[in-house]
């Protein structure tokens, strides 16, 4: 019985470099490109509702398996503890919200909210654990998580503090209140500028420049640290597959 649990593990577990275990991480992957396809349609024909079935059916057998290989993956803590702290990590917790959906229940007691179209959404998520680079991403952004929190604080101070001087300089019905300010000086510090918001005073515009300058600055120093953390990630995992 263990040796054939072990078996499922390797294959389920998308770390293992097995031939088949890449195939069921493609396999997986293909399934979750499949149940996304039914949300690009307000009207759910025949063939979308069985697309639906059919990979939510994969999802389960999916999910049982993990449940059932638990204490390979949880190796910290015992075995029963491990199939009770299962469903509580943050992968399993993704899967159930992913599949609860699709049960009729589930979709008559919020169907009002359209939430489970939301949480069907959260399969997208799935391409996490199965995609290798997806988790070196993911190794990245937690490795320099410090540097990029203190460059949100940065852009959301700025953003604050343009919208309050813009709110009080512009006195146009562009500005009717605070939230539009606050909308601008996004848009703007993203460089993004919709345009629908827009200051109309040269005061305005002398700071709607300074703010678009900046937003350059702001964007392009995460993407910089991103993308040389993201090559030495990529060069460590290249030396230890050398060796």
């Not at 293909?30 to 759910?44: D, G, N």
């Not at 993956?73 to 503890?81: D, I």
């Not at 702290?85 to 959906?101: E, G, K, M, R, W």
């Given at each position: 019985m263990?040796?054939?649990?072990?078996?499922?593990f390797?294959i389920?577990?998308?770390?293992?470099?097995?031939?088949?275990s890449?195939?069921y991480?493609w396999?997986?992957?293909?399934?979750?490109?499949i149940?996304?396809v039914p949300?690009?349609?307000?009207?759910q024909?025949?063939?979308l509702?069985?697309?639906d079935r059919?990979s939510v059916?994969?999802?389960?057998?999916?999910?049982?398996?993990?449940w059932?290989?638990?204490?390979?993956?949880l190796?910290?803590?015992?075995?029963?503890?491990?199939?009770?702290?299962?469903?509580i990590?943050?992968?399993?917790v993704v899967?159930?919200?992913?599949?609860?959906?699709?049960?009729s229940?589930?979709?008559?007691a919020f169907?009002?909210?359209r939430?489970?179209r939301l949480?069907?959404?959260?399969?997208?998520?799935?391409?996490?654990r199965y995609?290798e680079n997806?988790q070196?991403?993911l190794?990245?952004?937690?490795?320099?998580?410090h540097?990029?929190?203190t460059?949100f604080l940065?852009a959301?101070a700025?953003i604050v503090v343009?919208?309050l001087i813009?709110f009080?300089?512009e006195e146009?019905?562009?500005?009717e209140d605070?939230?539009d300010a606050l909308?601008w000086?996004t848009?703007t510090?993203?460089t993004?500028g919709y345009g629908?918001?827009?200051?109309s005073?040269?005061?305005?515009r002398?700071i709607s420049?300074?703010?678009a300058?900046?937003g350059?600055?702001v964007?392009?120093?995460?993407?910089?640290v991103?993308t040389?953390?993201?090559l030495?990630e990529?060069?460590?995992?290249?030396?230890q597959k050398?060796?």
């Amino acid at each position: 019985m263990n040796e054939w649990r072990k078996c499922i593990f390797d294959i389920v577990e998308t770390e293992s470099h097995s031939i088949i275990s890449k195939i069921y991480d493609w396999a997986m992957l293909v399934f979750i490109v499949i149940s996304l396809v039914p949300l690009a349609f307000r009207e759910q024909t025949t063939t979308l509702i069985w697309l639906d079935r059919i990979s939510v059916s994969v999802f389960i057998v999916d999910y049982l398996l993990r449940w059932l290989t638990a204490d390979y993956k949880l190796t910290k803590t015992a075995k029963w503890k491990a199939v009770l702290l299962y469903p509580i990590t943050p992968f399993a917790v993704v899967d159930l919200l992913s599949i609860l959906p699709s049960f009729s229940l589930f979709n008559r007691a919020f169907k009002l909210f359209r939430i489970t179209r939301l949480l069907k959404i959260l399969r997208i998520f799935r391409f996490v654990r199965y995609s290798e680079n997806m988790q070196i991403l993911l190794k990245v952004l937690h490795k320099e998580r410090h540097i990029l929190f203190t460059v949100f604080l940065i852009a959301i101070a700025y953003i604050v503090v343009t919208a309050l001087i813009m709110f009080n300089v512009e006195e146009s019905a562009m500005f009717e209140d605070f939230f539009d300010a606050l909308y601008w000086a996004t848009t703007t510090l993203t460089t993004v500028g919709y345009g629908d918001i827009y200051p109309s005073t040269d005061l305005g515009r002398i700071i709607s420049m300074f703010s678009a300058i900046l937003g350059v600055a702001v964007i392009a120093l995460p993407s910089g640290v991103i993308t040389a953390s993201y090559l030495e990630e990529l060069r460590d995992k290249k030396k230890q597959k050398g060796e």
